[in-house]
């Protein structure tokens, strides 16, 4: 393991830096062409492929954010093996993580395929959309274990230390995807189809060059036939950390599609308008995301080398620094709404519609990015749970109920509606610091 991928030594800014900006230029390119899909699908296509790509895409993000949660715990297990230098154990997290998500991932295709009408049906998707949308989701079903093996990879290179590879292999399936979008959209004029055609063929590619580069790294880390054999106490140790995570992000992204949901029932320029504002959002959480995973990766690696104070000055540099990002993000947000809403619609009704929208959601993004360095901070620790706590709880109590209820009171206006997110945001974030003062109780009686 070289000195650069050793999180527990140096300077702590300079480390959180190093593991987040790659990560955040993935997050970034990975994003990037999702909403290309949208940018290029507004160009060629009207408003029903829009809403095709966009309920489409919410749902295959949940379930690529479930999977990105459930191999959280590959990383922090792999990340407290580097730090106490075990790395014959990381060989048999790495060989049983390999198996043990190929099967995740078939399985959970085949149980997905036969309900993607209902999956169309449930989410209220305008009669208008329904063809297409059912073309979509089929589509990236067909290709999760790909999806899924892409990540699965990148989450055992970020528990090495490692958020520079997976860079490189989200980059190249960046370009393979919107070169596709052109020739599979433009040219072929398959709409909603080909958006889907091209996520799943860059995501199979990514991975085909994430696993030739794992084989040449071998040689460090020590791989043998036996590691591919399921370990049931390895496999538990990673649903243990990965399971509540994964549950968290999944009732949050079922929050977003239950608020989408809402949207498609008020007709198609409202469905249209926060689809579109939601990649912008996902887009602002790239910097919160990415120091939520440097966080997790740096706080397993320091706990597994016994520095509990280094985890913690890692978790208030994130804080700092994801706040203030936020405010400058929630400012633009409020000052060129239409312009923002613009990029990837022509349609005067969605702009105006979304921008409203917009403007309140965007306060989420500071208030958010606490809770975020908390749940990486937790996350690390291997505390997944204290994350799906402070998420369900403002799942259930704030964000739907919020947003159906002003969706009710106020048909005419998002504005409203957009507010149940910040205010979610501010409960988990109050959660999460009464958490961590009994943590740090919990730890001075050790």
Request: hydrophobic share 55%; with cysteine; net charge positive.
């Amino acid at each position: 393991m070289t000195t650069e991928f050793n999180l527990t030594e140096g300077s702590i800014s300079k480390k959180l830096a190093m593991f987040a900006i790659p990560y955040l230029i993935s997050a970034f390119l990975q994003t990037f062409y999702g909403m290309a899909d949208l940018l290029i699908v507004g160009i060629f296509n009207t408003s029903d492929t829009t809403t095709a790509v966009s309920v489409g895409s919410q749902f295959t993000h949940m379930v690529t954010v479930i999977i990105i949660g459930l191999a959280m715990g590959i990383t922090v297990r792999i990340g407290n093996c580097v730090g106490a230098k075990d790395m014959k154990r990381i060989s048999k997290i790495v060989g049983n993580s390999a198996l043990f998500f190929a099967i995740f991932s078939a399985a959970l295709a085949l149980v997905l395929l036969p309900l993607t009408p209902q999956i169309v049906s449930v989410m209220n998707t305008p009669i208008e959309a329904v063809s297409q949308t059912k073309s979509y989701l089929g589509i990236c079903f067909l290709g999760l274990p790909f999806i899924c093996a892409y990540n699965v990879l990148s989450a055992i290179y970020r528990g090495m230390g490692d958020s520079k590879s997976p860079m490189i292999f989200v980059s190249i399936a960046c370009v393979i995807n919107l070169a596709l979008d052109f020739v599979l959209i433009g040219f072929f004029g398959m709409g909603a189809s080909g958006a889907a055609v091209a996520t799943v063929v860059a995501q199979f590619v990514s991975s085909l060059i994430a696993l030739f580069k794992l084989k040449r790294i071998n040689a460090s880390i020590g791989i043998r036939k036996e590691d591919f054999k399921l370990n049931a106490d390895i496999v538990k140790e990673i649903v243990f950390i990965g399971g509540p995570v994964a549950m968290q992000d999944g009732l949050i992204q079922v929050s977003f599609l239950v608020i989408t949901v809402i949207a498609n029932s008020r007709g198609l320029t409202d469905a249209a308008s926060v689809g579109i504002v939601e990649k912008i959002i996902s887009f602002m959480f790239l910097v919160p995301s990415a120091l939520l995973s440097a966080i997790s990766a740096l706080t397993a690696q320091n706990i597994g080398a016994g520095k509990k104070d280094r985890a913690e000055k890692t978790l208030f540099y994130g804080m700092v620094f994801a706040f203030c990002y936020g405010l400058l993000a929630a400012l633009v947000s409020n000052l060129i709404p239409e312009s923002m809403v613009g990029l990837f619609t022509r349609d005067a009704l969605v702009v105006a519609a979304g921008a409203r929208y917009l403007m309140s959601y965007a306060f989420d993004v500071p208030i958010a990015g606490i809770h975020f360095c908390f749940s990486g901070y937790f996350t690390g620790r291997g505390k997944s749970l204290i994350s799906f706590i402070h998420n369900i709880l403002s799942v259930i109590i704030i964000r739907v109920p919020g947003a159906y209820f002003t969706s009710k009171y106020y048909p005419d206006d998002l504005f409203p509606m957009g507010l149940a997110a910040p205010l979610g945001s501010a409960l988990s974030a109050v959660i999460c610091i009464t958490f961590f003062v009994l943590l740090k109780k919990k730890d001075k009686t050790v």
